[in-house]
C-alpha cells in the first residue's frame, strides 16, 4: 500500500490500472477528460497493458467496451454529463445483456444553459437502466468503489454493469490522500473475469436476436432479481475489502451518527460531508440528527431506508437533482419506501454547482424539526433550498401532492 | 484468386427456418461471409433487416456467433471485440460487422468513420438494399435518385450518397464494391481483404424484392443488370491500386452498357418515372458521373512501383 495525493479522477484511473483492464475506450468531457488522460498516459507508456480504443464519440465508447467484454476482457469506460446522455441508449443495451462492465460517471449539470459544475441530474437519468449505480463521497472511495465495481459486476450472482458516480470538481479535480494498495494484494483479492457467455468463433453465442415477449419479459425478472443479490453481494464485498484494505463504508447505505438520532439527513455524493458537519453542529445544539448517506442509488437500499424511517422522527431527503413535474428523484425513492411510517421533507439543493454550505443544511433540518414538534408530522414532498441570493425572493415550500 | 464454385464449402450457413423474405439479398449476402472465411468469424449486427433474418431465440437462423447492436455503433462494438482478441492473444479472429445501408451511410457513419480512421483491424460490410428494410421501405443516404420508398412517395429527390469513393478517402488498405449478382467476386473480395490488416470495407449491393417491387425469383438478375447498366460498377482499392473488376470491365465502355431503362423497369419503385425521359436522364447523368469518378480514380490510383510503395504504407 501506498499513500498517494490523487485527484478523484486519478483515484479512478489507478483503480482500472490495479483492476488490470484490458480494454478502455472513452470519449473526453469535462470534468471526466483527465480520466481519459491518466489512462492513456499508462496505456502509451507501458505501465497499464491494455488496449485504449479512442473514439469518436461516447455512443461509440460504451459500444466498444461493451464489445470487448462481450468478447471476454476485461473493460472500462468514463463519462459524464452530455456524454452519459450521448450513450444512453448503449447504457440499456449493455445492462440487459448481463455483460460485466464498470464505467466512472463523473457528475455534472446537463445544458442548456452550458455548465460544468456538479449536480446528479446525469447520474440520476441512469436510474432505471439496469446498471448497479454507487456515488462517492471523497477520492479515497472512488478509489475503493471502482475496484470493487469489477468485482460486484462480475459476480455470478450479479452480472450487471456497474457505475461509479464521483462529483465533478469537488471530487474529479481535488486533491486528497489516497491508500493505494498494492497490485499483488489486488491481484489476490480480485478474481480473474466472470461473465455468463462471450462471443467468439467457437462459442456459437448469439447475444441480443430477437426474443419471444413473455421470454422478454422474464429477462426483465430476472435483472430485477439479480439487483437483489447484488445488495447482498455489495454488503459482502465492502466486508471483506474492509478486512483486506482497512475500509469498510456500511455497504449501501453508510449511517453516520446514527445510533441515538431522532431525525435523519438523507443524501447522496460529495455534500454529504457537509451533511455530516450540519448534523455534528445541530447536536451541539441539541438536536440529534444523523446522516444517511446512500452509497448505491442502484440497487436501492430500501430494507435501511425503511428501518430508519420506522425509528425516526423525520427525514430530510437531499437531492442534486429533480424530477421536473414531480420531486427529487432520491426523495421519490425514500417515500416509496418509507410514506406513512414518518415525516418527510424533500430537498431540491445544489443545482449546476450552486454553493451548499454546511449550515444551508443545518437550517433546513433545524426548520424542518421545529415543524414536526410543533405539528406532529409533516410531508413536505418540495423544499427548494435556493442559492443564497435568491433566498426569501421565492417560495421555498412548494404545496405539492 | 480465382474463386471456383465447386470448390466452395457445401456446409449450410443460412438454416432452415430463418425469417429471411423469399429472394433477400441478406441472407444470400451472409452465406458468402462464411463461404469465404470460414469459421473463425464472429458477426457484429446493428439493428436493420438482419436482426430479424437471424429469427427468434432460443434459436438462430444463422450459423455464427453474432453481437446484435445497436443500431449506430456496429463499427464500434466490433473495434471492441477485436481489441479483446487481441489481448486475449487470438489476432486471427476475424471481427465482421454486417450493416444496413442506413446503419453504414446514415446513422452509424460517425461510428464507422472512427474505426476507418483508426485503421482498426475489422472487415466492415454493407449490405445495400437502398432503403431502410426493416422499418418498412424508408429512404436513406444511399437510395438512388427517383426511387420510390414510404418517405418519398413521388421519388426521392438526392442522388445516392458515393460511400465507397469516400471509404478511400479514408485511406484505409481496402475498400471494394461487391453485388449479391455476382457472389464469386464477394467471396474472392472477402478472402482477399482477410489477408490484409487494418479497416476493410465491403459494399455490397442488395437487390430488395420487397423494397424495390420485384419478383423474388429476379433478385440476381436484378443485381446483374445494376452491374451491366453501369449504375454499379464492381471496383476494388487495394492499397493505393484502383482496378475495375473484371465484371464491371467492359462498362467502361459507355456504348457496351445495357440502357437503364431494362433495370428500371424490372422495380416497382421507379414506375412512376419510367415514363418520364428527363428524370431517366438524371440518372443517366449520374452513371455518366460516376464513371467518371471512376476513370479519374483509376489513373489516379495506378501508381508507379515507389508511389505504391507510399500508398500502402497502413499503421
Ligand atoms: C436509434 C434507432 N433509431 C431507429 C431505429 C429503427 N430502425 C431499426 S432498423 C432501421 C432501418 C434499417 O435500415 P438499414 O440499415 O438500411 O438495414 P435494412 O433493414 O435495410 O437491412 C431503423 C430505422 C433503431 N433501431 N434505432
Ligand atoms: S425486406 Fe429485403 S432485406 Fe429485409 S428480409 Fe426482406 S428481402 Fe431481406
Not at chain 1, 20 to 49: C, F, H, N, W
Not at chain 1, 189 to 195: A, D, V, Y
Not at chain 1, 278 to 294: C, M, S, T
Not at chain 2, 106 to 135: L, P
Given at each position: 500500500m501506498t499513500v498517494m495525493t490523487l485527484t478523484g479522477n486519478y483515484a479512478v484511473a489507478y483503480a482500472v490500472k490495479l483492476a488490470r483492464v484490458q480494454v478502455i475506450s472513452a470519449y473526453p468531457i469535462t470534468p471526466q477528460t483527465t480520466i481519459v488522460e491518466k489512462l492513456s498516459e499508462m496505456v502509451d507508456t507501458g505501465e497499464l497493458k491494455a488496449k485504449m480504443v479512442r473514439v469518436e464519440s461516447e455512443h461509440a465508447a460504451l459500444a466498444t467496451v461493451f464489445g470487448a467484454a462481450s468478447a471476454g476482457a476485461r473493460a472500462f469506460t468514463a463519462t459524464a454529463s452530455h456524454g452519459l446522455l450521448y450513450m444512453h441508449e448503449v447504457v440499456w443495451w449493455a445492462a440487459a445483456s448481463r455483460i460485466p462492465l464498470v464505467m466512472a460517471v463523473v457528475a455534472r449539470a446537463i445544458g442548456p444553459p452550458w455548465n460544468i459544475h456538479v449536480d446528479h441530474q446525469d447520474i440520476f437519468d441512469q436510474r432505471d437502466t439496469g446498471w448497479i449505480i454507487s456515488v462517492a463521497q471523497e477520492n479515497q472511495e472512488v478509489l475503493d468503489l471502482t475496484l470493487q465495481a469489477f468485482r460486484i459486476s462480475e459476480d455470478p450472482r450479479v452480472y450487471l454493469p456497474m457505475m461509479v458516480g464521483l462529483d465533478g470538481f469537488i471530487l474529479s479535480h481535488t486533491m486528497a490522500p489516497v491508500d493505494v494498495p498494492d497490485q499483488e494484494e489486488v491481484d489476490d483479492w480480485l478474481p480473474p473475469r466472470r461473465q455468463p457467455y462471450y462471443i467468439a468463433p467457437e462459442t456459437g453465442v448469439v447475444m441480443g436476436n430477437i426474443v419471444p415477449d413473455d421470454d422478454y419479459y422474464m429477462l426483465r425478472y430476472s435483472m430485477q432479481k439479480a439487483m437483489e443479490q447484488a445488495k447482498k453481494v455489495i454488503e459482502e464485498v465492502d466486508r471483506e475489502y474492509g478486512k483486506r484494505f482497512g475500509r469498510s463504508y456500511g455497504g449501501l447505505v453508510e449511517c453516520t451518527?446514527?445510533?441515538?438520532?431522532?431525525?435523519y439527513i438523507v443524501i447522496t455524493g460529495s455534500w454529504a460531508g457537509e451533511a455530516k458537519e450540519a448534523a455534528r453542529k445541530l447536536r451541539e445544539e441539541g438536536y440529534r440528527v444523523g446522516v444517511a448517506r446512500i452509497r448505491f442509488i442502484r440497487p436501492w437500499p430500501g430494507e435501511m431506508v425503511r428501518e430508519l424511517a420506522a425509528r425516526a422522527k423525520g427525514l430530510v431527503v437531499f437531492d442534486r437533482a429533480i424530477s421536473f413535474g414531480s420531486k427529487g428523484p432520491l426523495f421519490l425513492d425514500v417515500a416509496a419506501t418509507a410514506y406513512g411510517l414518518t415525516s418527510m421533507r424533500g430537498v431540491i439543493g445544489g443545482l449546476g454547482g450552486s454553493d451548499v454550505t454546511a449550515d444551508d443544511i443545518a437550517g433546513v433540518v433545524r426548520d424542518f424539526v421545529g415543524e414536526v414538534e410543533e405539528k406532529g408530522s409533516v410531508y413536505e414532498p418540495l423544499y427548494w433550498l435556493f442559492p443564497a441570493k435568491y433566498r426569501g425572493k421565492f417560495e421555498a415550500k412548494e404545496v405539492v401532492a | 484468386m480465382v474463386v471456383r464454385i465447386q470448390d466452395l464449402p457445401r456446409r449450410r450457413y443460412g438454416m432452415p427456418g430463418n425469417a429471411a423474405c423469399p429472394g433477400c439479398p441478406e441472407a444470400m449476402g451472409l452465406r458468402y461471409i462464411k463461404m469465404a472465411l470460414g469459421d473463425n468469424v464472429v458477426l457484429v449486427i446493428p439493428a436493420g433487416c438482419s436482426s430479424v433474418i437471424q429469427g427468434i431465440w432460443p434459436k438462430s437462423g444463422i450459423n455464427f456467433p453474432i453481437l446484435n447492436i445497436v443500431f449506430a455503433s456496429a463499427a464500434s462494438a466490433a473495434a471492441g471485440m477485436k481489441a479483446a482478441f487481441e489481448m486475449m492473444?487470438?489476432?486471427?479472429v476475424h471481427v465482421v460487422v454486417w450493416a444496413g445501408d442506413g446503419g453504414t451511410a446514415d446513422i452509424g457513419f460517425q461510428s464507422m468513420s472512427g474505426a476507418a480512421e483508426r485503421n482498426d483491424d475489422i472487415i466492415y460490410i454493407v449490405a445495400d438494399?437502398?432503403?431502410?428494410?426493416?422499418?418498412?421501405i424508408q429512404r436513406s443516404g444511399l437510395t438512388p435518385y427517383g426511387a420510390w420508398t414510404t418517405t418519398t412517395p413521388l421519388g426521392k429527390k438526392e442522388h445516392k450518397k458515393n460511400l465507397p469513393f469516400i471509404m478511400i478517402a479514408h485511406d484505409v488498405p481496402y475498400v471494394a464494391t461487391a453485388s449479391v449478382g455476382y457472389p464469386h467476386d464477394f467471396i474472392e473480395k472477402l478472402r482477399k481483404a482477410a489477408k490484409i490488416r487494418g479497416f476493410r470495407y465491403i459494399h455490397l449491393h442488395a437487390p430488395d424484392p420487397v423494397g424495390w417491387r420485384f419478383d423474388p425469383s429476379l433478385t440476381p438478375k436484378v443485381a446483374q443488370l445494376a452491374v451491366k447498366t453501369g449504375m454499379w460498377p464492381l471496383f476494388e482499392y487495394d492499397r493505393g491500386v484502383f482496378r475495375l473488376s473484371p465484371f464491371s470491365k467492359p462498362y467502361k465502355d459507355p456504348s457496351k452498357r445495357t440502357p437503364i431503362i431494362e433495370y428500371l423497369k424490372?422495380?416497382?419503385?421507379?414506375r412512376h418515372i419510367i415514363d418520364k425521359p428527363e428524370e431517366i436522364k438524371k440518372l443517366e447523368e449520374y452513371v455518366d458521373r460516376l464513371w467518371y469518378w471512376i476513370d479519374a480514380l483509376e489513373k489516379a490510383f495506378n501508381p508507379s512501383e515507389k508511389a505504391r510503395e507510399l500508398l500502402s504504407r497502413h499503421a
Amino acid at each position: 500500500m501506498t499513500v498517494m495525493t490523487l485527484t478523484g479522477n486519478y483515484a479512478v484511473a489507478y483503480a482500472v490500472k490495479l483492476a488490470r483492464v484490458q480494454v478502455i475506450s472513452a470519449y473526453p468531457i469535462t470534468p471526466q477528460t483527465t480520466i481519459v488522460e491518466k489512462l492513456s498516459e499508462m496505456v502509451d507508456t507501458g505501465e497499464l497493458k491494455a488496449k485504449m480504443v479512442r473514439v469518436e464519440s461516447e455512443h461509440a465508447a460504451l459500444a466498444t467496451v461493451f464489445g470487448a467484454a462481450s468478447a471476454g476482457a476485461r473493460a472500462f469506460t468514463a463519462t459524464a454529463s452530455h456524454g452519459l446522455l450521448y450513450m444512453h441508449e448503449v447504457v440499456w443495451w449493455a445492462a440487459a445483456s448481463r455483460i460485466p462492465l464498470v464505467m466512472a460517471v463523473v457528475a455534472r449539470a446537463i445544458g442548456p444553459p452550458w455548465n460544468i459544475h456538479v449536480d446528479h441530474q446525469d447520474i440520476f437519468d441512469q436510474r432505471d437502466t439496469g446498471w448497479i449505480i454507487s456515488v462517492a463521497q471523497e477520492n479515497q472511495e472512488v478509489l475503493d468503489l471502482t475496484l470493487q465495481a469489477f468485482r460486484i459486476s462480475e459476480d455470478p450472482r450479479v452480472y450487471l454493469p456497474m457505475m461509479v458516480g464521483l462529483d465533478g470538481f469537488i471530487l474529479s479535480h481535488t486533491m486528497a490522500p489516497v491508500d493505494v494498495p498494492d497490485q499483488e494484494e489486488v491481484d489476490d483479492w480480485l478474481p480473474p473475469r466472470r461473465q455468463p457467455y462471450y462471443i467468439a468463433p467457437e462459442t456459437g453465442v448469439v447475444m441480443g436476436n430477437i426474443v419471444p415477449d413473455d421470454d422478454y419479459y422474464m429477462l426483465r425478472y430476472s435483472m430485477q432479481k439479480a439487483m437483489e443479490q447484488a445488495k447482498k453481494v455489495i454488503e459482502e464485498v465492502d466486508r471483506e475489502y474492509g478486512k483486506r484494505f482497512g475500509r469498510s463504508y456500511g455497504g449501501l447505505v453508510e449511517c453516520t451518527l446514527c445510533d441515538d438520532a431522532d431525525y435523519y439527513i438523507v443524501i447522496t455524493g460529495s455534500w454529504a460531508g457537509e451533511a455530516k458537519e450540519a448534523a455534528r453542529k445541530l447536536r451541539e445544539e441539541g438536536y440529534r440528527v444523523g446522516v444517511a448517506r446512500i452509497r448505491f442509488i442502484r440497487p436501492w437500499p430500501g430494507e435501511m431506508v425503511r428501518e430508519l424511517a420506522a425509528r425516526a422522527k423525520g427525514l430530510v431527503v437531499f437531492d442534486r437533482a429533480i424530477s421536473f413535474g414531480s420531486k427529487g428523484p432520491l426523495f421519490l425513492d425514500v417515500a416509496a419506501t418509507a410514506y406513512g411510517l414518518t415525516s418527510m421533507r424533500g430537498v431540491i439543493g445544489g443545482l449546476g454547482g450552486s454553493d451548499v454550505t454546511a449550515d444551508d443544511i443545518a437550517g433546513v433540518v433545524r426548520d424542518f424539526v421545529g415543524e414536526v414538534e410543533e405539528k406532529g408530522s409533516v410531508y413536505e414532498p418540495l423544499y427548494w433550498l435556493f442559492p443564497a441570493k435568491y433566498r426569501g425572493k421565492f417560495e421555498a415550500k412548494e404545496v405539492v401532492a | 484468386m480465382v474463386v471456383r464454385i465447386q470448390d466452395l464449402p457445401r456446409r449450410r450457413y443460412g438454416m432452415p427456418g430463418n425469417a429471411a423474405c423469399p429472394g433477400c439479398p441478406e441472407a444470400m449476402g451472409l452465406r458468402y461471409i462464411k463461404m469465404a472465411l470460414g469459421d473463425n468469424v464472429v458477426l457484429v449486427i446493428p439493428a436493420g433487416c438482419s436482426s430479424v433474418i437471424q429469427g427468434i431465440w432460443p434459436k438462430s437462423g444463422i450459423n455464427f456467433p453474432i453481437l446484435n447492436i445497436v443500431f449506430a455503433s456496429a463499427a464500434s462494438a466490433a473495434a471492441g471485440m477485436k481489441a479483446a482478441f487481441e489481448m486475449m492473444g487470438r489476432d486471427d479472429v476475424h471481427v465482421v460487422v454486417w450493416a444496413g445501408d442506413g446503419g453504414t451511410a446514415d446513422i452509424g457513419f460517425q461510428s464507422m468513420s472512427g474505426a476507418a480512421e483508426r485503421n482498426d483491424d475489422i472487415i466492415y460490410i454493407v449490405a445495400d438494399n437502398e432503403a431502410y428494410m426493416n422499418t418498412g421501405i424508408q429512404r436513406s443516404g444511399l437510395t438512388p435518385y427517383g426511387a420510390w420508398t414510404t418517405t418519398t412517395p413521388l421519388g426521392k429527390k438526392e442522388h445516392k450518397k458515393n460511400l465507397p469513393f469516400i471509404m478511400i478517402a479514408h485511406d484505409v488498405p481496402y475498400v471494394a464494391t461487391a453485388s449479391v449478382g455476382y457472389p464469386h467476386d464477394f467471396i474472392e473480395k472477402l478472402r482477399k481483404a482477410a489477408k490484409i490488416r487494418g479497416f476493410r470495407y465491403i459494399h455490397l449491393h442488395a437487390p430488395d424484392p420487397v423494397g424495390w417491387r420485384f419478383d423474388p425469383s429476379l433478385t440476381p438478375k436484378v443485381a446483374q443488370l445494376a452491374v451491366k447498366t453501369g449504375m454499379w460498377p464492381l471496383f476494388e482499392y487495394d492499397r493505393g491500386v484502383f482496378r475495375l473488376s473484371p465484371f464491371s470491365k467492359p462498362y467502361k465502355d459507355p456504348s457496351k452498357r445495357t440502357p437503364i431503362i431494362e433495370y428500371l423497369k424490372l422495380q416497382g419503385r421507379f414506375r412512376h418515372i419510367i415514363d418520364k425521359p428527363e428524370e431517366i436522364k438524371k440518372l443517366e447523368e449520374y452513371v455518366d458521373r460516376l464513371w467518371y469518378w471512376i476513370d479519374a480514380l483509376e489513373k489516379a490510383f495506378n501508381p508507379s512501383e515507389k508511389a505504391r510503395e507510399l500508398l500502402s504504407r497502413h499503421a
